[in-house]
Structures are given as structure tokens and as C-alpha cells.
């Protein structure tokens, strides 16, 4: 098994951006790549080569389901897991993400202490 070293954050506001690469970064000691949409996050995937791929459920033009849905397309999510980060975190709702091929959720507003913590969990859990 590879280990986690870099994330792809997908997320349009700047300081939740800021926020989440910070806590990833600093705390988690990983390399961020943040992209503010979809389609920047589709043009800059196969060239970082993420290990693990947070991702906006809410964003202008593409959202976080269809952005998932054109990542699949790209690279193998069971190797890469994906997690959403969003406020809407209904159990129906975490359920529809899971069947899009999420691993998990995370639910916003976040810890920046405790995003990295998360995100290992969520990765080890996928690797099992």
C-alpha cells in the first residue's frame, strides 16, 4: 500500500480553501493541491496524481456529484478514495454520496485541528 501524501481539495470559497490546505498541510504534513472548481480540479487530476481527493458538494457550474462522477471517468476511485465536504449531512444524504462512490463525508464547518485525522481515517479505511 502506497501511503498518503497528497490530497486534492476541491472547493470555490477562498477561505474555506485557505482554511482546509492550511490544517492539511500543517497539521497533516501533506502536499495540497486546492482547485476552486470541478473543471480546474479535472484539468490538474491526472498530472498531480492525488492519493486522496476531497471534494465541495456545493459549487457553481459543476458540482461535487458531477465532479465525482467525471474523476471515476479518469482514474480508479477504489485506489484514489474520495470524500465530500458539506453541510448537508442528512443520513439519506450521506447515503446518495456513498452511492455515488464517496468513501465518507465530512461534515463542514470542520476542525482544522482534527481534517487531517479525518482524512487519514477515511483513506486507512479504504486501503483495509
Not at 14 to 31: D, M, N
Not at 73 to 79: G, K, T, V, Y
Amino acid at each position: 500500500m502506497s501511503e498518503l501524501q497528497r490530497i486534492l481539495h476541491v472547493e470555490d470559497d477562498p477561505s474555506i480553501q485557505a482554511v482546509a490546505k492550511l490544517a492539511l498541510e500543517a497539521v497533516g504534513g501533506f502536499q495540497v493541491l486546492s482547485c476552486s472548481s470541478g473543471q480546474d480540479a479535472l484539468d490538474q487530476l491526472q498530472g498531480f496524481a492525488p492519493d486522496f481527493i476531497l471534494l465541495d458538494v456545493m459549487m457553481p457550474d459543476m458540482d461535487g456529484p458531477q465532479t465525482l462522477a467525471q474523476i471515476a471517468r479518469l482514474i480508479d476511485i477504489n485506489q484514489v478514495p474520495v470524500a465530500f465536504m458539506t453541510a448537508k449531512v442528512q443520513p439519506a444524504e450521506i447515503a446518495h454520496y456513498r452511492s455515488l462512490g464517496a468513501r465518507d463525508v465530512i461534515i463542514k464547518p470542520f476542525d482544522p485541528m482534527q481534517l487531517a485525522a479525518q482524512v487519514r481515517q477515511i483513506w486507512s479505511l479504504a486501503h483495509e
